[in-house]
Structures are given as C-alpha cells and as structure tokens.
C-alpha cells in the first residue's frame, strides 16, 4: 500500500500516553489504525442514522436484547479461548 507523510498537530499528553502502545509496531501504524477505526465508526454512525430515518430509532428494549446477544458471545468466545488455553497449557 502506497504511504503518504503528513504533518499533524496533537496534544502532547494524548502523544506521550500513545507513545508507550504505539512503541513495539509504530506510532505510523497506530496512527493509521486509529483512523481506519475512526473511519469504519463513522460510516457505521452513518449506517445507522438512515436506518433510523426509515425505520425509526432504536427503542429501549431492543438495545437490551442486544446488549444480551453480544454479552452471550462474547462468553462463549471466552469458553473457547479458556479451552484452547487449556489445550495447550497455556496461563489465563
């Protein structure tokens, strides 16, 4: 991929946190990370915003059905790394 050097400005205290996770892989990288997630939240909130205008907002309820949903996958993705953990002798 072809790469673009550019000049931007950031709060040093927002730099010096970033420094230490951006370290081992770069700080172009995690750069270029951030904004890709930026962008990806973006149009997702764009996604979003018309689904609203056709169908209206999300009620209450199916946030929390949601909300369950995710929570149960998220614990069976837990079990399956806890067991492949244990396969292969691996610490938590």
Partial sequence: MATKKVTVTIPEELLEEIRGDAA????SAYVADALRLKRDRDQLQ?????????????????????A?????????????????????GEAA
């Fill in 68 to 88: 369950a949903e995710l929570a149960d996958l998220d614990d069976e993705h837990e079990r399956r790394r806890a067991a492949a953990r244990s396969r292969t």
């Fill in 24 to 27: 081992e892989r770069g700080l």
């Fill in 46 to 66: 764009e996604l979003v915003d018309w689904l609203e205008e056709e169908h209206g907002p999300v009620t209450e309820d199916e946030r929390a059905r949601a």
